[in-house]
């Protein structure tokens, strides 16, 4: 991951290879340290923009060189827009882009510096904002690259220049940003990984070693201890694969021991094929990504450690395939929960929220606090709000609220969809108590309120995030692949619940 140095000094002075600008659109004048720049340089910033060779429009780049007239080689400038316009999203994105181009020219290490006087927002937010979109623009997923790795280019430091009094400030800032990305980068080498490599068993070794860090720690039952406990959805989803099931058990303690938890649930489908219900092979692949939930809970719960948040958090991670197979899940098949519930399976392919079932419902046991699931859940989902948005359901409004405003202000956005008790008369079953499948109407709305019988009355939200997890088009600030989405937003909500606001 990009290395982030904070020191206190002047733009001007620093000897990096670039020093990065940021620019509103439409401006008068030059101000701070762009006027600084422009003046050690004899007007070569004043004059590209009077050739409206560039504009400061959003994203947009321009790499100048000084031939000696600063220390530094080049000058990047990077567009915010218009300043009427402005929010932490462009602020993700300019830096994401510009640390993007710098990457593509070579060089290696640069600096800049974030003129609080000139951009609206909280400092704390406008440095995070900053240095989560450069680094968060430069990640590539490269452990299966092995032709030409020489060749790979890679920006390894960007130094935050600060005045002095902004200093304390600005470091403080650098180095949540940096736990924060490194969770992302975590989360997101987890979610790239293909299938062969990323089995259950392997994402239970992920959860291992995050209990290496203080006050985590992880235990992970076989399929043995699951049958023991009667978690047969996890086990009927499983039954068609080759590969160990595993129940992941991360636990955080940031306080004292009889603070009730907050409850973080991840699906962590490491395969999906359909099971017998099979998907058709195009696109299949895709399927690798639905251990996304559980990636991004794996994430936020190592982000609380390394940031000592102040609250306990349970994560719980069902892991497993689910593949055809001569002993596989059947439809038809009456499966009985964890729970003691009964559920039919109509179609194999809705495996995500079986196993959540038996996940949702162990988290009773906790008597948590909140309980919150993620999950790339159905396809559904994607249909009604778009590859960028997830869905978001509930039964309490004061945690729906919660997140929302969490993931406003991580860039990572949620919509509600609604919870009404006449979308249970689509999942009853003639036989067993629920199916697993409500038909094609709502059937966003319908798995949650499948997955709301498990969840013993718990403040509980779910997020489904079928459509952000992962993405097959480059975003401003996230390259194609695997998002990381909603880890920001869970350390947001988490955050909060610890009494650190962001402001
Ligand atoms: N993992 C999929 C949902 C999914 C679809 C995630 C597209 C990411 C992108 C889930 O297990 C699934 O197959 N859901 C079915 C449910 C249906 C059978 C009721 C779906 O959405 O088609
Ligand atoms: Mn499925
Ligand atoms: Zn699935």
Redesign the pocket.
Known sequence: MLKISVRKGKLYEAKNEAVILPLFEGREKLVLNAREIDKKTGGLISEIIASRDFEAKPFQVSVIYTRGLLPAKRVALVGLGNPEEFDLEKMRGAYAMVMQKLRAINVRQAATAIDFNDIHGSKDMLIRATLEGAVSGLYQYLPFRTVDRQNIKEVKELAVITQSGDYTLVKAEAQKARVIMEAVYFTRDIVSAPANEMTPSILARKARELARRRNITCKVLDKAQMKKIGMNALLGVAAGSCEAPKFIILEYKGKRKSEKPLVLVG?G?TF?T?GI?I?PSEKMD??K??MAGGAAVMGAIMAAADLRLELNIVGLIPATE?MPGGSALKPGDILKSHSGKTIEII?T????RLILADALSFAVRYKPAAIIDVA???????IALGDDVTGMLGTDNNLKREIAEAGQIAGELVWELPLWDMYSEQIKSDIADYK???G?AA?AI??AAFLEKFTGNYPWVHLDI??P??STKDKPYIPKGASGIPLRLLVEFLSGRAGVKSK
């Open positions: 699906k489908l999906d359909g219900s998907k895709e399927m990504t639905d689910n179609n392919d809705a495996e995500g790339t859940l159905t396809g559904a989902c994607v697993n499948t409500g094609r059937g319908t798995a079928a459509g997890a992962f």
